[in-house]
C-alpha cells in the first residue's frame, strides 16, 4: 500500500512540469487527494486537492491561477500541471490521501507519500 509521486526535476523560472502520483495496493476512487510540499528549513505547505469526483479542487494563494490538480480514477492517478514555475516553487512534493477537500484544504489527511523534488533555477 503506498502512493509515489514522480515527475519532479531542474527546470528554469518561467518553466513547466507535471507530477503525477500513483496508488498501489488501494483505490483513490473514494478518497480526496491533494499536494503538499516542503521547502529546505521551511515549513510545510499545503498547494492544493481535488475532491473525490473532481469537481471541487482547492488551491493555495502561492500557486493559484499557475497549477492545476487532476485526477484520473480509472488509472488510480493524481496530477499537478505546474506552469510559469517560480524559484520559491522550490521544494519536495508529496501526494497525499484524506477524507474531504473543501475550501479550508485537505481534511482527514491520512496517508502521506514520498515526495519528489522540484527544482526552479536558472
Known amino acids: 500500500v503506498q502512493l509515489q509521486a514522480s515527475g519532479g526535476g531542474l527546470v528554469q523560472p518561467g518553466g513547466s512540469l507535471r507530477l503525477s502520483c500513483a496508488a498501489s495496493g488501494f483505490s483513490l476512487n473514494y478518497r480526496a487527494i491533494g499536494w503538499f510540499r516542503q521547502a529546505p528549513g521551511k515549513e510545510r505547505e499545503e498547494v492544493s486537492c481535488?475532491?473525490?469526483?473532481?469537481?471541487?479542487?482547492f488551491y493555495s494563494d502561492s500557486v493559484r491561477g499557475r497549477f492545476t490538480i487532476s485526477r484520473d480514477n480509472a488509472k488510480n492517478s493524481l496530477y499537478l500541471q505546474m506552469n510559469s514555475l517560480k524559484p520559491e516553487d522550490t521544494a519536495n512534493y508529496y501526494c497525499v490521501t484524506g477524507s474531504w477537500c473543501v475550501m479550508r484544504g485537505l481534511e482527514g489527511v491520512d496517508r502521506w507519500g514520498k515526495g519528489t523534488l522540484v527544482t526552479v533555477s536558472s
Open positions: 481535488i475532491s473525490t469526483n473532481g469537481n471541487f479542487q
